[in-house]
C-alpha cells in the first residue's frame, strides 16, 4: 500500500527552465510533508518542506505547493541548474494513524541539461 | 557532511549469516531511524529509537532487529539473511521525537547478500 507516490519516475529539463516534481498521498491523517534531494552515493538531504495549514511555501529557487483537497503536493524549482540533478523525494508524515515516522515516495530522477 | 556516521559503507555476504549495521548520530540528537532501500525504491521506514527507546516501528522483519545505546549510537542487526535483503540500509537523526523537522541521514551502508 503506497501511501504516497511519485508517479514521475525521470524529468528532464533544459537548465534555465522550470522543473514541476508531483507528489500524491492516500492518507488524510498525513499534515507535514518534506522534499529530499538525494545525489549518489550520499544520503537524502532536506530540501523544503510545508505544513498542512499552508499551501505553498517558498525557499529560493524551491516552492512548495499544497492542495490539501487533491491530496497532491508538488515542488517547483526555478531556474533549474545543472547541479540540481539528483533524486527527489517526496515525504509526508502525520499524527495518530500515520505514525510517528516518514512515509516516502518512490523517487523522481531529475537531470538538468546544461 | 550530515553529521551521521554509518559504518560499514559497504558490506557482501552470504545467505543466511547475520550483520550488525552502525550508526552515529549528529551531535545532541536523541533520536534515530532506520529505513531501508531497495532497487532504487522509496526509502522504507524500520524503526525508531529516541533516548534509548523504542519510539515507532514499522514493516521491519523479525529477522531484524535494533537498539540504542546510552551514547546514542545504534546498531541494526540482521539475521539468517536472504537475497532480498540486499538494499541500502540508512541511519536519520533528528533532536525530535516527531517527523515535524528535518531528518539528517548518513551515507548508508551497502549490503549485499549473494
Request: one cysteine or more; a neutral charge.
Amino acid at each position: 500500500d503506497q501511501q504516497v507516490k511519485q508517479n514521475s519516475p525521470s524529468l528532464s529539463v533544459q537548465e534555465g527552465r522550470i522543473s514541476i516534481l508531483n507528489c500524491d498521498y492516500t492518507n488524510s491523517m498525513f499534515d507535514y510533508f518534506l522534499w529530499y534531494k538525494k545525489y549518489p552515493a550520499e544520503g537524502p538531504t532536506f530540501l523544503i518542506s510545508i505544513s498542512s495549514i499552508k499551501d505553498k511555501n517558498e525557499d529560493g529557487r524551491f516552492t512548495v505547493f499544497l492542495n490539501k483537497s487533491a491530496k497532491h503536493l508538488s515542488l517547483h524549482i526555478v531556474p533549474s541548474q545543472p547541479g540540481d540533478s539528483a533524486v527527489y523525494f517526496c515525504a509526508a508524515s502525520g499524527a495518530g494513524a500515520a505514525g510517528n515516522k516518514l512515509t516516502f515516495g518512490g523517487g523522481t530522477r531529475v537531470l538538468v541539461k546544461p | 557532511d550530515s553529521g551521521v556516521t554509518q559504518t560499514p559503507k559497504h558490506l557482501i555476504t552470504a545467505t543466511g549469516q547475520r550483520v550488525t549495521l552502525r550508526c552515529s548520530p549528529r551531535s545532541g540528537d536523541l533520536s534515530v531511524y532506520w529505513y531501508q532501500q531497495s532497487l532504487d525504491q522509496g526509502l522504507q521506514f524500520l524503526i525508531q529509537y529516541y533516548n534509548g527507546e523504542e519510539r515507532a516501528k514499522g514493516n521491519i522483519l523479525e529477522r531484524f532487529s535494533a537498539q540504542q545505546f546510552p551514547d546514542l549510537h545504534s546498531e541494526l542487526n540482521l539475521s539468517s539473511l536472504e537475497l532480498g535483503d540486499s538494499a541500502l540500509y540508512f541511519c536519520a537523526s533528528s533532536a525530535r521525537t516527531t517527523h515535524t523537522g528535518e531528518l539528517f541521514f548518513g551515507e548508508g551502508s551497502r549490503l549485499t547478500v549473494l
